[in-house]
Structure formats: structure tokens, C-alpha cells
């Protein structure tokens, strides 16, 4: 038996074809201008529920690219959802990734507060000058401090990506960020994770 | 609106209360030493459909916690399964992980002999001393390399964590696994990924 020499750019091709044909049959049809989101989560987790689930606010993904066009920083609430998105294409812009979570102050601080890390982070990247978008794909607490910070503070994300996984708490933390005026991407339902939120990134960054 | 003070352990309990419960409505019984395995994968995925695809060569679970107390390392095929490992809990056990896919003369290899980053990666681990698990969420070139030592060089993994996700090779990368005598965990179909196949390593070092 030998190990075929594939290219990995003809793999995703040929993926994103077999999703768009299945997507097809299945009769979903997807927006033009959200197809490449979508399908890259489904790309990602060989779920088409995602076709069902994922919602939009008015020109989200145009107004995630504005934002990264000028700079704008990627903020995870894990290292899993850090480690996948793609540092270079987002570096192209100026912008980069950031997750507080492993940092011992940030532990320190939600120990002494009795709040999650993930609060704390959201703090913390909210004190940041510039454009940010928010990628959760963990804590459904993350989602409940950027709506506390959005109407006790007036903080304005660039755009707030929401797909938490879970079963606790995490259907009612995504409906409480789609309730805002911020730009926002979630995935309704329990479904979600570190991997679909990275790859909400990245199909953002690839259609640039 | 006030965010709880939520304790991370509570919601960990809790939702795998409502995934007890949520199998047992649907009929689905899982082994009792499999339980904590596809319980975690369900947690990590909200999605019980694992439920069905996942499988197990004999005694594997078991066989890699040996592994583990015997030091074996952990290699996994992206830096997103590298992130989700929980490396206090294998380090106890005096195991480490370890991931080639960023190194660039892996990269410079793999384009000189025309193959993939994820196969040369497993040629590396393969020709490190002393027991290791592989976690693959991700390449299906790595299950099949994996395969190719196996069966030409005699070589002997610990145990073979074989969940890529995807729709061009994956089905067929994940039987070529299961046709082995190495021990194996393996989610039939196109599910998986780099979550999936932490949360794998993670439900083994937890019931430790």
C-alpha cells in the first residue's frame, strides 16, 4: 500500500465541491455571500446542520473584513481557537490573535472575583484601543461579559462571533448577543466549538 | 444584566448529566468503560451522532492509560489538537506532546519528496524511542503513513486516535486503521477533528 501524493489545496477543492453538491440535494440554499462561511464550517465538521443554524447580522462578514482591512486584532476565549486561525493572512493586515486565557493574572483575578477566566479576558480585550473581533467558541460567559460591556459601557466590538458548544447556558448566551447592535455571527443551538470559530476566521480572511 | 458566577466543574457535571440523560431517551446504551470516551466527544461536539460512528479496538482505553503511565507521548497532526490536550494531566505521568506539522524543514521535506507535511511528521514520531498515541484530527495522509510503518517497518504505536474530519479520503484512511492489530480509536465516517481528537486524549488522562 503506498500513501498517495495528494495536494492539500486539490483536497479542499474537491471537499467544497462534494458540500455544494450535497448542499444542493439536500435543497438548502445558502446566500452568495454566506456560502463561504458556511461551508467552511461544514468543511470543518462534516455537519450540515450548520446550514440550518448559522445566522448572520446585516452584512457582518463585509463588516468583519472593513476591520480587518484596518488592522483589527482576532481576540479567542481558547488557545485551540488561537492556534487555528491563520496568523499569516490576518498578519497581512496588521492585525493579530490574542487569548488572555493562560495568563496567570487573568486566573488570579477570576479566582479573587469569583468570575470564569473567560470574563476576565473579555475585560481585559476590552480595554484594547482599536477595531477587535471576538471568536468564541468555548464559554458562554465570554458572551455574557461583551453584552454586559455593550450596554454598561457602550463597548463597540468590530464583530462578535458566538458559537460557544454546549449544554449548558450556551442557547441563551448566543440569543443575548444576536439582541445587540454589534456585528455578530452565531451558530443557534448547542453546536459550535474552537474549530468552527476558526474556521469562521479564516473563511473571513480567505475572501479577502 | 448580571453575568453568573458560574463554577466551571458545576457545568461540566451538569451537562454530562443531560448527556446521560439525552442518551437514554434516545436508547442509545454505551459500554460502561466506553462511556467516558464518547461522553466527552459528545461534549465537545454537542452532537450525538458520535453515539453511533465511534469505535474501539479491544481493550484500547485501557491500553493506553498503560501506555501513559509508562511515559508515552502524545503526537498529534495539528496545532489545534496540540493546544486541546491537557498536557498537566499527561506530564504527571511523565509524557509530553508533540507536534511536527509547524516545523519548517518538515515542510521543506514533504516538498522536496512531493508528500505531506501530516505523513513526514509521522515518519518523525515514528523514529522517536520509547511508547507514543497519536491524535489525528485532521490529515487522512497521516493515518495512511501511520498505516505504511505498520505494515512495512513493523513499527508499533501505543495507541492510533484516528478522527480527521473531511470528505475526500477520510472514511477510507480511518478503515485502514481499523484493519490493524495496533490498539485504535476511530470515528467511522467523515466526523471528527482536532477537538474531537483531543477531547479523546483528555476523557483517556482524566479516568486515570
Redesign the interface.
Known amino acids: 500500500?503506498?500513501?498517495?501524493?495528494?495536494r492539500?489545496q486539490d483536497?479542499e477543492n474537491?471537499?467544497m465541491q462534494?458540500?455544494r453538491e450535497e448542499l444542493a440535494q439536500m435543497g438548502k440554499e445558502i446566500p452568495a455571500e454566506l456560502a463561504p462561511v458556511v461551508m467552511r464550517v461544514i468543511?470543518?465538521?462534516?455537519?450540515f446542520e450548520y446550514a440550518d443554524t448559522m445566522a448572520f447580522s446585516p452584512c457582518a462578514i463585509e463588516k468583519a473584513r472593513e476591520a480587518i482591512r484596518s488592522g483589527a486584532r482576532i481576540v479567542t476565549d481558547?488557545?485551540?481557537a488561537?492556534?487555528?486561525v491563520n496568523k499569516k493572512a490576518l498578519a497581512k493586515w496588521g492585525g493579530e490573535t490574542i487569548c488572555f486565557m493562560a495568563d496567570p493574572e487573568v486566573a488570579e483575578e477570576a479566582s479573587a472575583r469569583?468570575?470564569?477566566r473567560a470574563?476576565v479576558s473579555m475585560e481585559r480585550a476590552a480595554a484594547l484601543d482599536g477595531p477587535t473581533i471576538f471568536a468564541i467558541g468555548n464559554a458562554p460567559?465570554a458572551l455574557?461579559?461583551l453584552?454586559?460591556l455593550i450596554?454598561t459601557k457602550g463597548y463597540k466590538p468590530a464583530l462578535i462571533i458566538g458559537v460557544p458548544?454546549?449544554?449548558?447556558?450556551v442557547v441563551n448566551a448566543k440569543e443575548?448577543i444576536m439582541e445587540t447592535q454589534i456585528p455578530w455571527i452565531v451558530n443557534r443551538?448547542?453546536?459550535?466549538?474552537?474549530?468552527v470559530a476558526?474556521a469562521i476566521c479564516n473563511a473571513i480572511l480567505y475572501g479577502m
Open positions: 500500500m503506498k500513501v498517495d501524493h495528494i492539500p483536497i474537491t471537499s462534494i458540500i468543511h470543518t465538521t462534516a455537519d481558547t488557545n485551540m488561537l492556534a487555528g469569583g468570575i470564569t470574563a460567559t455574557l461579559t453584552r454586559e450596554d458548544v454546549g449544554f449548558v447556558n443575548q443551538g448547542r453546536k459550535g466549538g474552537s474549530g476558526a
